[in-house]
């Protein structure tokens, strides 16, 4: 019977693997070096690590940074653009905005040049006339001319095309009759929404993964489908939810923040099941620190996101504001003096200066060996046998202590000083800076580095308390067996409310509907339930930006939408902008710009207490050792995490060990086993 469902999360530096089997409801961990520059081989060795037949796994589900990296590295396939004429350089202009606040130049070169940007006579209006009929023989000469170029995929690029895909449709008919390979992006399929430039970026950004993520997942199917995998492969997009991998495959772009989201869907279930609902997710992996906030149960969505400057993607993404403050980040001062973390990394190969692999430059992770905080006898990930403390201690003095003139304790204690700081940063900007008050949260840190830090965040931010979750290193992974099926939908309506045509809303709505539920029916996945939420971004006539409308819409007894009419919308926008700027604008009329879709498909959740502890003895420390706080030695006590019975409580120092992560809780802080195994964090003079 086939009964594991495995989530493979891909990061900079490991690649994550977490088991669950449904058929006795144990779950099983492994953590192996992330593998360059092809990540399949560490993606196929973490699973087979634990499931040696591969046709008892009944679903992967892959959490992917192909995708970023080929963005953020520029490392994208070579692409061409048709568009129409006129817009040739609408890439290169983006919205007028520069890299550098300061300073009159701001270099910037789009994924692809400006020889590759082809343009073709076509027009069509804002209101969806065709004011000009597309020219389809300069279509089929630009796209041979960008063949022979060695353009591996192609973008369509046509104005207004999302009032009206007429044209758009006809030259993609054209262009795929000669192009050699399925790699054609549209802009009416890709982002059917006004604002030319994010539409054109998103498509472009599309095309310019879709050699790269589909060619990599693809020889992941095969090489599990050759294993004698028969189950269901599918892909963890940037809003939180799963897709088939064709569907990830010809929408790559959806995959941009595909890794971290899956961290942030599996830290807001463990934590509303531990009794939590505001919480802020810290993921620390070895090559940056991912700050999330989930409020009220709800993890927050950007309808639009920059992976780098001019890189810019419209498409739902769940909000991580991230910083390079990794394990592996490298420390350095400059010129001035100054103490710096990153965000240059030393990743997996080589690594910090104690993996003994090349590097020479200090790390984070080097600084928590050489203060005791990590064993040097049992690094994590299975590559090393020992950490190499007196090189790390080397590293620093050479690097950090004599330039700052600190021995080699003080230089360590800076550096982790520092990259706490940074961190702390990183959480105020999702909390403070956007109105919450983090004392009413709690601090959820996860990934391989990320609860070694959790003492100096409730320090720091002053958060109440932390929650380790039982297997923080593979939260990520976790999270894509968590996470549910979802498809969003977008269509630019841009009407005002009282002349809204409710018979064409309607039919977008249905449209976007039954998309949704095709793409469900597809699925070999069985769902617990089918969810269609709709809502409008809406603005006052003069406003640029908009807010989001949640509107409530009926289906009929056979599935078809019974769309929302004046009045709904109205009293809808009223209770929506009210609640985002505490007034209405007297005598403002009311338009309705887009229509935002989503179907969910409930993908069955397992129950968090099957990972906790079965044994109820109480555990002794396996060893003590010195440990390094705030200027001396003391004496730390040493568990295995894992053995811990539920209901333990724990005093600092201590440290808790196993195989995906090491926990500290600090002097002063005091540690908690709940019934889920999650390790809970106070101070002790605050535990109740």
Request: glycine fraction near 10%.
């Amino acid at each position: 019977m086939n009964s594991k469902m495995i989530g493979v999360d891909v990061g900079g530096t490991f690649t994550d693997v977490f088991i669950l089997d449904e058929a006795n409801g144990t779950a099983e961990v492994a953590k192996v070096p992330t593998t360059r520059p092809d990540q399949s081989g560490g993606f196929l060795n973490g699973i087979q690590q634990r499931v040696s037949d591969l046709s008892q796994i009944a679903v992967v589900v892959h959490g992917t940074t192909a995708g970023t990296n080929a963005l953020l590295e520029r490392k994208g396939a070579k692409i061409g653009v048709i568009c129409t004429q006129g817009l040739r350089d609408v890439l290169e202009m983006r919205r007028r905005d520069r890299p550098r606040t300061w300073g009159l130049r701001g270099n910037f070169d789009p994924v692809v040049a400006r020889s590759q940007r082809l343009e073709v006579p076509e027009r069509t209006l804002a209101d969806g006339t065709i004011f000009t009929a597309v020219d389809l023989g300069a279509v089929k000469q630009a796209a041979e001319k960008l063949r022979d170029a060695g353009c591996l995929a192609i973008a369509i690029l046509f104005a207004n095309s999302y009032a009206n895909p007429k044209n758009e449709i006809a030259a993609l008919e054209v262009i795929r009759e000669i192009w050699p390979n399925e790699h054609v992006s549209a802009s009416h399929e890709i982002l059917p929404e006004i604002r030319e430039f994010e539409r054109f970026s998103t498509t472009a950004l599309n095309a310019y993964l879709q050699p790269e993520v589909s060619g990599y997942l693809g020889r992941l199917e095969k090489a599990l489908k050759s294993g004698g995998f028969d189950g269901e492969f599918m892909v963890v997009q940037s809003n939180g939810g799963v897709m088939a991998v064709d569907t990830a495959s010809k929408h790559p772009v959806r995959t941009a923040l595909s890794g971290p989201a899956a961290g942030v869907i599996a830290a807001g279930y463990i934590a509303s099941s531990a009794g939590f609902d505001n919480i802020i997710t810290g993921d620390m992996g070895g090559t940056s620190f991912d700050v999330s906030l989930i409020a009220n149960g709800q993890s927050m969505l950007s309808a639009q996101t920059s992976i780098d400057f001019g890189m810019v993607v419209r498409t739902p993404m769940i909000e991580i504001t991230t910083i390079g403050a990794g394990g592996g980040s490298i420390a350095w001062v400059d010129k001035g003096g100054l103490l710096n973390i990153g965000p240059e990394s030393a990743g997996s190969d080589p690594g910090p200066v104690a993996y003994g692999l090349g590097n020479d430059r200090p790390t984070v992770t080097d600084a928590n060996v050489v203060l005791g905080r990590i064993d040097p006898d049992n690094p994590i990930g299975g590559k090393l046998e020992r950490l190499d403390v007196e090189a790390a201690k080397r590293a620093i003095d050479t690097h950090v202590g004599e330039a700052l003139g600190l021995n080699t304790l003080a230089a360590a204690e800076a550096i982790l000083r520092v990259a706490n700081s940074h961190m702390a940063g990183a959480i105020r900007l999702v909390s403070i800076e956007r109105g919450f008050d983090p004392k009413r949260f709690a601090f959820m840190p996860f990934g391989g580095g990320g609860a070694l830090h959790a003492g100096a965040m409730l320090d720091e931010v002053g958060i109440a308390r932390a929650i380790v979750p039982r297997y923080p290193g593979v939260t990520s992974a976790m999270g894509c067996v968590i996470a549910d099926m979802r498809q969003d939908f977008v269509q630019t309506l841009n009407s005002l409310v009282d002349h809204i045509d409710l018979k064409a809303l309607k039919a977008f709505m249905q449209s976007h509907r039954d998309q949704g539920m095709a793409l469900l029916d597809a699925a070999r996945t069985q769902f617990e339930d089918r969810l269609v939420t709709f809502e409008f971004d809406m603005a006052y006539i003069g406003q640029t930006h908009t807010v989001s409308v949640p509107i409530e819409v009926a289906f009929d007894q056979n599935g078809y939408v019974v769309p929302p009419d004046h009045d709904t919308i109205n009293t809808a926008f009223d209770a929506a902008y009210t609640q985002a700027f505490g007034r209405l604008l007297k005598n403002g009329v009311r338009r309705i710009l887009n229509l935002r879709s989503a179907v969910t498909g409930k993908r069955p959740k397992f129950d968090l207490e099957t990972l906790a502890p079965t044994n109820s003895d109480p555990v002794s420390p396996k060893a003590t050792r010195p440990v390094h706080f705030a200027g001396q030695w003391e004496e730390t006590a040493i568990y295995e995490r894992l053995s811990l019975p539920i209901g333990t409580v724990i005093d600092g120092p201590v440290i808790l060990e196993q195989p995906d992560t090491t926990v500290l809780i600090e002097p002063g802080l005091q540690g908690r086993v709940d019934r889920f195994g999650n390790t809970i964090i106070e101070r002790i003079g605050d535990v109740k």
